[in-house]
C-alpha cells in the first residue's frame, strides 16, 4: 500500500486519485488534464516530467486548465509557453498579411492557441485570463525569437533572453499599453529589469518596460509591444530591446489605419489589423528582425 491507511486485511481507506483494495497507485502523473500543474516546475519536483512537451497547467488564479508546451531543459527547465508571433518581413510601416504580431497577452481564454503548429502564425495560450495568472506567479520570463519552428523548445530559436520579473512592484495586467491608451506618465508605470542574453548576443542589460504591461511603445505609437526598451519614459523613439510587436501596435491614426482608436485592434475587438508590424522585432541591440517570436514563463 502507499499512501492510504490500513482498516482491515486487504482493505485500504484511500486518499483522493488513490483506488483499489490496496489503494494501488493510480494517482495521474502531475501535468496531465486530470492534474494539472500550477507550473512547469511542480511537474518537475514531483518527478513527473517526461522531458520538454506537452502538458496541462492551471496557474494560481486559474479556474480552469490549459495545455501548453513547456521546455525541461534549456536554463533549467520548467518554461512554459505563453505567446507566439511571426514577423513575415520587416521594414517602417509594414502590413503584410503574413506577420503575424504577437496576441494582446490578457485576450480572454487566450487566440488562436496551436502551440505544436505554431509555424507562420501567432497565438496566446487559452486560460482563462489570457497569460495573467501565468506572468503575475513567475519569477523570470523569455523571450526567444528567429527561425521558424512549428514546435519544440527554446533552444530552436536564434536569439534568446532572460529577464528577471522579482523586482516589478505592480500586478501585471497586459492592459493595452499603446501611446495613447497607458503609455502616459501616471496611467502606467516604468520599471527597470534585468535582461541577460542567453543565445544570439552576450552580454547583461538594465531596460526598461512599463510594469504593469511588461511592454513598451514608441512615442507615435508605432510600435507597441512586450519587451524592453534603453529609455526611461513610458514611450518614446527606441532601437534597442528585446521588443517584439503585438497587435494593439499604433492605435493612434495614420495611413494604415485613418481614425483608429486605442480598443479597436484584435483580438481585443473586431476592426484591427493583425499584420501590422515595424521594424521588425527587436534584439538586445538591434533592430529589422524577423522570424517566430515567444514568450515563456517560469
Known amino acids: 500500500m502507499n499512501g492510504g491507511t490500513c482498516i482491515g486485511e486487504n482493505l485500504c481507506k484511500c486518499p483522493p486519485r488513490y483506488t483499489g483494495a490496496r489503494c494501488a497507485i493510480l494517482k495521474k502523473p502531475m501535468g496531465t488534464k486530470e492534474n494539472p500543474a500550477p507550473n512547469a516546475q511542480a511537474i518537475l519536483d514531483a518527478g513527473d516530467s517526461k522531458g520538454s512537451g506537452m502538458y496541462w497547467i492551471q496557474p494560481p488564479g486559474e479556474t480552469a486548465p490549459a ?18 508571433g511571426y514577423v ?10 503574413h506577420n503575424k504580431a504577437i496576441p494582446n497577452m490578457n485576450n480572454p481564454f487566450g487566440y488562436a492557441w496551436l502551440p505544436t503548429q505554431r509555424g ?6 487559452n486560460l482563462p485570463h489570457g497569460a495573467v495568472q501565468m506572468a503575475n506567479h513567475a519569477s523570470y520570463m523569455i523571450m526567444a525569437a528567429g527561425n521558424n519552428p512549428a514546435t519544440g523548445g527554446i533552444n530552436q530559436y536564434t536569439y534568446v533572453y532572460r529577464i528577471y ?10 492592459a493595452n499599453h499603446n501611446r495613447y491608451n497607458g503609455g502616459q506618465p501616471g496611467r502606467m508605470h516604468v520599471v527597470d529589469f534585468v535582461v ?9 542589460f538594465v531596460r526598461y518596460a512599463l510594469g504593469e504591461a511588461l511592454g513598451v511603445t514608441w512615442s507615435d505609437s508605432y510600435p507597441t509591444g512586450y519587451g524592453f526598451n534603453d529609455k526611461t519614459t513610458p514611450s518614446a523613439t527606441f532601437n534597442r530591446g528585446p521588443f517584439f510587436p503585438s497587435v494593439h501596435s499604433g492605435s493612434g491614426s495614420s495611413s494604415l489605419c485613418p481614425g483608429c482608436t486605442p480598443t479597436n485592434y484584435q483580438p481585443d475587438v473586431v476592426g484591427g489589423n493583425l499584420h501590422y508590424t515595424h521594424h521588425g522585432w527587436y534584439t538586445a541591440n538591434g533592430v529589422y528582425k524577423t522570424g517566430q517570436t515567444s514568450i515563456w514563463f517560469k
Open 67 to 84: 495545455q501548453t508546451y513547456c521546455d525541461m531543459s534549456f536554463a533549467g527547465g520548467a518554461w512554459m509557453l505563453a505567446s507566439y
Open 88 to 97: 513575415y518581413t520587416s521594414a517602417t510601416n509594414t502590413a503584410d498579411k
Open 120 to 125: 507562420n502564425s501567432n497565438g496566446l495560450i
Open 165 to 174: 520579473l522579482g523586482n516589478n512592484p505592480y500586478n501585471i495586467t497586459f
Open 196 to 204: 541577460e542574453a542567453l543565445k544570439g548576443e552576450s552580454g547583461t
